[in-house]
């Protein structure tokens, strides 16, 4: 069980790291004349994550399930997660951030991921809040999470998508690709 709150404490622990890196690039973005979009719902975001966190917790602390053999597809399909997850934020760079951050003027980046899907990172946390809870069979907190995650994601993208369509060239960049299934261009 231990091994078990040591894998979910890594976790948050990089969720940690994460917001300290994006509020050191929106401080630069700020600096450079840049604007926070969608604040009234970055809240609820922040929200949706520590109760996921403690929801996860509870689940697994009081369903003393054991290690499943099929547990280690939703680990590994995570495991992949997290690396789609580096390529997406070293793709974006200084741009990427969990707050809605505009450039007004800035060239959207469509490198790495972006190349093929506007929003490989939303995907990667789709993904992340199903798969984390089924490795440990928590079931209760895979299924209400990921339903409060698509309701939340799909006010934030719309939020987003406008705020950069008015603001810089996301509107030409990603008019081919899709929100969350590859496209690939020829």
Not at 31 to 43: C, I, L, T, V
Request: charged share 15%.
């Amino acid at each position: 069980m231990i091994a078990v709150y040591l894998f979910i404490l890594l976790v948050v622990v990089q969720r940690i790291v994460e917001v300290l890196i994006a509020n050191r690039n929106a401080k630069w973005i700020r600096s450079q004349g840049g604007y926070e979009a969608g604040k009234d719902h970055y809240k609820y975001i922040v929200a949706l994550h520590f109760l996921f966190f403690i929801s996860l917790l509870i689940e697994v602390t009081v369903t003393n399930h054991t290690f499943m053999l099929w547990s280690v597809l939703p680990l590994v399909v995570f495991l992949l997660a997290q690396l789609g997850r580096v390529w997406a934020l070293s793709s974006l760079g200084r741009f990427w951030n969990t707050r809605i951050m505009i450039l007004p003027g800035a060239k959207v980046i469509a490198k790495g991921p972006y190349r093929y899907l506007r929003h490989p990172n939303y995907a990667i946390v789709v993904t992340e809040l199903a798969c984390l809870p089924l490795i440990f069979q928590a079931y209760w907190t895979a299924i209400v999470f990921t339903i409060l995650n698509a309701v939340i994601l799909s006010t934030r993208i719309q939020v987003e998508e406008r705020a950069l369509e008015e603001a810089t060239n996301y509107q030409k960049t990603f008019e081919k690709r899709r929100r969350f299934f590859p496209t690939y261009e020829k």
